[in-house]
């Protein structure tokens, strides 16, 4: 082991209020284990299991935690002039009361710089959390927002992130010519027999557009001997995939990044050799 190095996932615990900023919590458990590396992110609805103790599994966490996030909603405690209701158990105040006590990082995280402290009547045992500064998450700038709070976690906890785009070779300037075919040409091509299982996707990328499609084999060797035929293909067109293999399970991604990542002729003979080359492999229909 590299002297230094995480033995166990950095702990990052959401602490939020349902009724005000559940939707936004599940969303920045995404956002955080999307763009850092080997890190555990808490959300009770999420962590804790039917039949776990509550109270001792949400008190564990905090403790095993590196992180809290505070997340501030307009009801994250009572409004100025409200009074709390003696005999409730109110789990946020909780949560940071033994944030505090155990000396964690604490970031109070809010959705609209409306928000502030001064909106709540704050317990006395939590008033140390007003003397922390915001990580403001506002809907018109959630992406810049979210990256600001990713940076900050990166300098503190000394984190690493997951690369999030793909590196590609230099682009051919001849495929860079090469008109992308349409919406509507493509899906007409797709549903030839000869390119039966191909579908169009995104990936949530409204400026790209790619071919996918699945192939199942009996097993590991029969999947990579597939993978090795069609990339023998691949070097000889100069034309190559984006794929993922799980076992016997191969997912194959084609577009044409020369050509702002969207489907030209060079994707669909790939798509028909590889269709091709699965039914001489495995006898099956595509």
Not at 44 to 61: H, K, L, N, V, Y
Not at 140 to 166: F, G, M, P
Not at 189 to 210: M, Q, S
């Amino acid at each position: 082991m590299i002297a230094g190095e995480r033995t166990h996932p950095t702990t990052v615990f959401i602490s939020y209020r349902r009724a005000d900023s559940r939707p936004f919590a599940l969303l920045l458990k995404y956002e955080l284990e999307k763009h850092l590396q080997f890190v555990r992110v808490f959300l009770d609805t999420a962590e804790i299991q039917a039949g776990d103790p509550f109270p001792d599994a949400i008190r564990q966490s905090i403790i095993e935690s590196d992180v809290v996030l505070a997340l501030v909603g307009p009801s994250w405690m009572p409004r100025r002039g409200e009074q709390r209701r003696q005999g409730d158990d109110d789990w946020v105040m909780e949560e940071i009361q033994l944030a505090l006590e155990q000396g964690k990082f604490i970031i109070p995280v809010r959705f609209s710089e409306s928000v502030t402290f001064n909106d709540f009547e704050i317990p006395p045992s939590i008033q140390a959390v007003t003397r922390i500064g915001f990580a403001s998450i506002p809907d018109e700038s959630w992406a810049i927002s979210v990256e600001q709070l990713v940076q900050r976690l990166v300098d503190k906890l000394r984190l690493k992130r997951h690369r999030t785009r793909n590196e590609y070779p230099t682009p051919s300037p001849s495929k860079g010519r090469t008109q992308p075919f349409s919406d509507e040409m493509i899906h007409q091509i797709v549903a030839y027999e000869d390119l039966a299982g191909w579908y169009v996707d995104n990936f949530n990328d409204p400026a790209k557009r790619c071919l996918v499609k699945e192939f199942r084999f009996d097993d590991f060797d029969s999947a990579f001997a597939f993978m090795k035929k069609v990339a023998e293909f691949c070097s000889v067109i100069e034309h190559h995939p984006i794929w993922d293999n799980l076992y016997n399970n191969v997912k194959i991604v084609l577009s044409t990044f020369d050509a702002q990542e969207r489907v030209t002729f060079y994707d669909i003979s790939l798509a028909l050799f590889i269709n091709k080359a699965y039914q001489r492999q495995t006898g099956r229909t595509v």
